[in-house]
């Protein structure tokens, strides 16, 4: 079993939870050490198998994605530690290690039953993480994001059960969404990746996490989705349409939050968009796309997570409105966001240069002109929505009167780290490159290519400033998919549960007269000196005696 | 009221801002115009025309920030929008 590499960070966050001071911070960023380490040692191929229910269940099975995920998620465990270890609770940081466990356990996991054991890990301890925000309304977050990837997970299972059930085989392996169970499975994962129509969840949970929590959740789950969908379904049509729908529905979103950490979460969706619009695409190159991709992505967006995560924990505001003229006195932390900002903006020195450009020429490649210029105009919204927007109203904007100091010295480092790594990917992305699924042959950085964003980015840039005024913050939120079971459903249920109390009230009401109609007629005729309650004389029996006897002989004749 | 130095930062002066102002449309002006010294590689049509980033950059977010404009008049409700639902309890028959 030791040969799981998950199973050392579950193993950690078990030492978290019973330790105290330098031991829990050793144990903390040890852990995921470890893990890397052994992530390295995993060699290509299944490694450990056990017969479960007659199945052989491939506890660990390595390959080059799986590796690259597992390492950039054992990397995001250690600088998330970092940065979480001196203001995190205790159970927070053993959720968190035991949260990056489930995410490396399926990155190995060889069969569809490890995977979903896994995958049910994850959704376990993010709930815990979503809690951690310990607000009433992080409560009601995590309750609802912990019935989403519940009925997520179902889904899932159905699908892996009617998929076993057909072919008898619970091997990880290129599927197509033909029949009912794959479209189970496609639909379980899809669910994680926070696709439509349930992009909602994302956007709901993470921002009310704690300012640490966040960065954690930004990392594994929706990523984590990206790799199952790379293994399961490569080359599945539909996800082109799905990841564009997406990336629009991030940026619009995202243009039209007010909450800081909000807008990272519909940046999230965004980007994973661009990974499951390159899986759809399925080529190698595409491939290596949505891998080399989700590997930055996790950088960057961890790393903005954390610069807004520090504005949150100095200021105590989450909103544009409340913010701004923070660059004064957070110089570390304002850097590294923009930083962040600039890496998710796919900026040429940054990562996200380096791997988005790989989505876009496989859509080129492959002569998908339209799937080109709608990534080719979200690549301008997302420096519009994330690139200029979290900054700009976070550090600049207006003088919000605020002075806060700047980030302790862990969270500092952490940021750093990372902001370090957007630069070092994007200087020399054969790094990265030489990890991926498939050769990289093409060079990005051609003067037409870095002209070619600067450009793009540059004049969305110069359509931000002059188009401000439209984006005036307002002290709003935005309806969503989830209206349905937040506001509709509780005002069918105030309906339904006003509709049946009426109902017993008028029930309650007509019963008693009805009743009383009952007894006032018993009463009248049985009662004292009813009609068939007096005396009546025997010259009116023989009376009535001889009416009824002339009227039967009478009916006899007749 | 004369402003204390950290109120006058260098950033927030209008004319350093005017200054901003004046090197961010130069560069924009040097990469058009650079695109004539670079040669056009793009593999579609509409690629291969003059500066076609820079007018297809901003002519998108013109539109996403439009969109999202019109979306905002359906969509945004204010912030104690949800908190103002009534809630789901089952509560025990007060009879």
């Given at each position: 079993?030791?040969?799981?590499?998950?199973?050392?960070?579950f193993a950690g966050a078990l030492l978290v939870a019973l330790t105290r001071g330098v031991v829990r911070t050793a144990i903390l960023l040890l852990a995921p050490a470890i893990t890397l380490w052994w992530v390295w040692s995993v060699p290509d191929g299944v490694?450990?198998?056990?017969?479960y229910l007659d199945y052989s269940i491939e506890l660990v099975e390595g390959s080059p994605v799986r590796r690259l995920f597992a390492t950039v998620f054992s990397i995001m465990a250690f600088v998330g530690a970092l940065f979480a270890f001196r203001h995190a609770k205790t159970y927070e940081l053993a959720a968190a290690l035991a949260y990056a466990g489930g995410a490396v356990g399926v990155c190995f996991a060889g069969d569809l039953i490890t995977l979903f054991l896994f995958w049910e890990l994850m959704a376990l301890f993010s709930t815990i993480l979503v809690f951690c925000g310990a607000t009433e309304k992080a409560r009601a977050a995590g309750i609802r994001y912990a019935v989403i990837h519940l009925l997520g997970g179902v889904i899932l299972k159905v699908g892996i059960v009617a998929l076993t059930v057909k072919t008898g085989s619970v091997d990880i392996r290129a599927l197509s969404a033909t029949d009912f169970g794959t479209w189970m499975v496609l639909?379980?994962?899809l669910l994680n990746a926070a696709a439509p129509p349930v992009s909602a969840w994302l956007a709901d949970a993470y921002p009310e996490s704690s300012p640490t929590g966040s960065v954690f959740l930004s990392a594994f789950t929706t990523k984590t989705a990206v790799l199952a969908l790379i293994l399961l379904f490569p080359g599945e049509k539909v996800l082109i349409g799905v990841g564009l729908y997406m990336i629009f529905y991030g940026i619009i979103?995202?243009?039209?939050?007010?909450?800081?950490?909000?807008i990272l979460a519909y940046s999230v969706v965004n980007q994973v968009g661009f990974m499951v619009v390159a899986v759809g695409i399925g080529t190698e190159t595409a491939i290596n796309g949505a891998s080399a991709h989700a590997f930055a992505h996790i950088i960057y967006k961890a790393l903005l997570f954390m610069s807004a995560g520090v504005v949150v924990y100095r200021t105590g505001f989450n909103r544009c409105s409340d913010l701004g003229g923070l660059f004064r006195t957070m110089p570390i932390t304002c850097v590294c966001g923009i930083i962040g900002a600039l890496a998710i903006s796919s900026f040429p020195l940054t990562s996200g240069f380096t791997t988005k450009t790989l989505i876009s020429e496989a859509a080129s490649e492959q002569g998908l002109v339209m799937v080109y210029y709608l990534l080719a105009a979200a690549s301008a919204g997302v420096f519009l929505h994330a690139g200029i927007k979290f900054p700009w109203f976070v550090f600049f904007q207006k003088d919000s009167g605020l002075r806060p100091k700047d980030a302790p010295w862990n969270m500092s480092a952490a940021m750093v780290l990372f902001a370090a790594a957007c630069i070092f990917v994007g200087v020399y992305p054969q790094v990265l490159y030489?990890?991926?699924?498939?050769?990289?042959?093409a060079d990005f950085y051609t003067p037409y290519k870095v002209l070619f964003y600067l450009q793009l980015l540059l004049f969305s840039g110069l359509a931000f400033f002059l188009m401000l005024p439209l984006m005036k913050r307002t002290l709003t939120i935005s309806l969503d998919v989830d209206w349905l079971y937040r506001g509709l459903l509780p005002m069918l249920w105030a309906w339904?549960?006003?509709?049946?109390?009426?109902?017993?009230?008028k029930a309650k009401k007509d019963l008693a007269n009805a009743s009383s109609t009952i007894i006032t007629w018993l009463d009248r005729h049985w009662g004292d000196g009813g009609v068939f309650a007096r005396s009546w004389p025997i010259s009116l029996t023989a009376l009535w005696i001889a009416v009824l006897l002339t009227a039967y002989v009478l009916v006899y004749y007749l | 009221m004369k402003q204390t130095p950290e109120q006058t930062h260098f950033l927030t002066r209008p004319n350093t801002i005017k200054w901003l102002w004046i090197i961010f449309s130069l560069v924009l002006a040097g990469l058009v115009a650079l695109q004539l010294l670079i040669p056009i590689k793009g593999r579609f049509a509409l690629e291969q025309g003059f500066a076609f980033a820079a007018w297809f950059g901003f002519g998108s977010c013109v539109a996403m920030v439009l969109l999202a404009r019109v979306l905002g008049w359906w969509l945004k409700r204010s912030e104690d929008y949800y908190q103002s639902m009534p809630s789901i309890e089952m509560r025990p028959d007060d009879d």
């Open positions: 079993m030791i040969e799981i590499p998950g199973l050392i960070l490694v450990a198998t056990v017969t639909i379980g994962i979103y995202a243009l039209l939050e007010n909450d800081i950490r909000r030489q990890l991926l699924p498939y050769p990289v042959e339904a549960t006003e509709a049946v109390s009426t109902a017993q009230a | -």
